[in-house]
């Protein structure tokens, strides 16, 4: 059974920094493309981020909304994706999960993370 734990989230002012951690369980995590999402209140969860495998370069892609201020990356010795947030800003607002690449099918969502930029 896949489990995903989504870390880092918190308070912080516009133009701040945070740096989300996921750690997953009972998957072959090297195996897999990995992404991250976002769901602010009363709207979709959107994609924000993937990270593909080694085996496919590892390339990245993001949504325009972000690019340039978050990066994405990934420790396949410790099954963690990360996502490094820069340059916050309020619309950034959100509850953050991590989860497959949607390409792929997702698996069950973990609890995610709450990130919170007050201007």
């Known amino acids: 059974q896949v489990q995903l734990v989504e870390s880092g989230g918190g308070l912080v002012q516009a133009g701040g920094s945070l740096r989300l951690s996921c750690a997953a369980s009972?998957?072959?995590?090297?195996?897999?493309?990995m992404a991250w999402y976002r769901q602010a209140p009363g709207k979709q969860r959107e994609l924000v981020a993937v990270i593909r495998t080694e085996a496919r370069g590892g390339t990245t892609n993001y949504a325009d909304s972000v690019k340039g201020r978050f990066t994405i990356s990934r420790d396949n010795a410790k099954n963690t994706v990360y996502l490094q947030m820069n340059s916050l800003k309020p619309e950034d607002t959100a509850v953050y999960y991590c989860n497959r690449d949607r390409g792929y099918g997702t698996w069950a969502w973990g609890q995610g993370t709450q990130v919170t930029v007050s201007s």
């Open positions: 009972g998957v072959i995590f090297s195996l897999n493309a």
